[in-house]
């Protein structure tokens, strides 16, 4: 999909996407941030989908995940306990994950949402990362009720560029101004994300000048996982958008050039991550670059990609 860009408003750059495929079509804009907000919110963004794909396995990413929605129930489906199925009806957040989220959503839907980065989590949610990492849970559970008040007027709004706005401009007031990072960690979470995962733990503790022990479970407080799983998180993220981008794949090569040793280290990180093997991602990525359609959507997009446009 290529962007369609929209003048700076209030130090947010606007990103509309637009897309029309045998899946369904959809309409994405995106509130991205300028300045100082830009390290603790990576985007706030609102979108609509009419004739969509209802299911998705959602992989998991390294950022936390907030959503509301506008209107329409969406479930996340237990396939190991049916009988543990949730129902999401308004606000919920999405900690750091380490497996996919099944998720079911309505055809005709409308959604909007934030993706803080591991420095906006503690200041915009009040509460540490590590107490939701692998959990979803309501959003008012942690925020309070003035998040139905949110929701309602974000709901109210019909159209998807002001809706985005109205987010971001809450979120901008919402954030906790305090670092919420302690330096060592800071310096990590950095050397991690500048190096695809790929920098080695002892290195971040010889920088950090503490023990393993110390930088471990001060990382897993401020961010939610360990310094080496946030790590596996970011190079497997890396590599599904790579994935994501690619119309064939020489898998040796693949896995060299997205941070593993070999094509088995690949295999075993997307089994752990994605539960599943690489080819099997490449054959089901979903067109939203979120996840993985069923068997029956994924046939139809091979059939018929359909256009993007923008």
Same mark, same amino acid.
């Given at each position: 999909?290529?962007?369609?860009?929209?003048?700076?408003?209030?130090?947010?750059?606007?990103?509309?996407?637009?897309?029309?495929?045998?899946?369904?079509?959809?309409?994405?804009?995106?509130?991205?941030?300028?300045?100082?907000?830009?390290?603790?919110?990576?985007?706030?963004?609102?979108?609509?989908?009419?004739?969509?794909?209802?299911?998705?396995?959602?992989?998991?990413?390294?950022?936390?995940?907030?959503?509301?929605?506008?209107?329409?129930?969406?479930?996340?489906?237990?396939?190991?306990?049916?009988?543990?199925?949730?129902?999401?009806?308004?606000?919920?957040?999405?900690?750091?994950?380490?497996?996919?989220?099944?998720?079911?959503?309505?055809?005709?839907?409308?959604?909007?949402?934030?993706?803080?980065?591991?420095?906006?989590?503690?200041?915009?949610?009040?509460?540490?990362?590590?107490?939701?990492?692998?959990?979803?849970?309501?959003?008012? !559970?942690? $925020? #309070?009720?003035?998040? *139905?008040?949110?929701? +309602?007027?974000?709901?109210?709004? %019909?159209?998807?560029? =002001?809706?985005?706005?109205?987010?971001?401009?809450?979120?901008?007031?919402?954030?906790?101004?305090?670092?919420?990072?302690?330096?060592?960690?800071?310096?990590?979470?950095?050397?991690?994300?500048?190096?695809?995962?790929?920098?080695?733990?002892?290195?971040?503790?010889?920088?950090?000048?503490?023990?393993?022990?110390?930088?471990?479970?001060?990382?897993?407080?401020?961010?939610?996982?360990?310094?080496?799983?946030?790590?596996?998180?970011?190079?497997?993220?890396?590599?599904?958008?790579?994935?994501?981008?690619?119309?064939?794949?020489?898998?040796?090569?693949?896995?060299?050039?997205?941070?593993?040793?070999?094509?088995?280290?690949?295999?075993?990180?997307?089994?752990?991550?994605?539960?599943?093997?690489?080819?099997?991602?490449?054959?089901?990525?979903?067109? !939203?670059? $979120? #996840?993985?359609?069923? *068997?029956?959507?994924? +046939?139809?997009?091979?059939?018929? %990609?359909?256009?993007? =446009?923008?």
């Amino acid at each position: 999909m290529r962007p369609a860009r929209r003048p700076a408003e209030h130090g947010w750059r606007l990103v509309e996407d637009r897309a029309e495929t045998a899946v369904g079509r959809w309409r994405v804009v995106l509130a991205l941030p300028e300045g100082p907000l830009a390290r603790r919110v990576e985007a706030v963004w609102a979108s609509e989908s009419l004739g969509c794909f209802e299911e998705e396995e959602i992989l998991p990413r390294s950022r936390t995940e907030v959503l509301f929605g506008l209107g329409d129930r969406h479930w996340l489906r237990d396939r190991a306990a049916p009988g543990a199925d949730r129902a999401f009806d308004r606000s919920f957040v999405s900690g750091l994950q380490r497996r996919p989220l099944h998720v079911e959503s309505p055809s005709d839907s409308r959604m909007a949402g934030v993706r803080l980065k591991p420095e906006g989590v503690a200041a915009f949610l009040r509460d540490t990362p590590s107490a939701i990492a692998g959990a979803v849970v309501e959003l008012d !559970d942690v $925020l #309070g009720a003035d998040v *139905e008040r949110l929701r +309602e007027q974000i709901a109210s709004t %019909p159209d998807p560029g =002001r809706r985005v706005l109205l987010l971001a401009a809450a979120v901008a007031r919402h954030l906790d101004p305090a670092p919420v990072l302690s330096d060592a960690v800071r310096f990590a979470l950095d050397s991690l994300h500048a190096t695809r995962g790929g920098v080695p733990v002892r290195e971040l503790v010889r920088a950090s000048g503490h023990s393993h022990r110390w930088l471990t479970e001060r990382f897993r407080a401020e961010v939610g996982l360990a310094p080496k799983a946030y790590g596996r998180l970011i190079r497997f993220e890396a590599a599904f958008d790579r994935l994501s981008r690619l119309d064939h794949v020489r898998w040796p090569e693949f896995a060299l050039d997205a941070g593993y040793y070999d094509q088995a280290h690949l295999a075993r990180d997307f089994r752990e991550l994605a539960g599943t093997t690489p080819t099997e991602v490449f054959r089901r990525r979903a067109p !939203d670059g $979120l #996840g993985l359609l069923t *068997e029956e959507d994924a +046939e139809r997009l091979r059939r018929d %990609p359909g256009q993007a =446009r923008s």
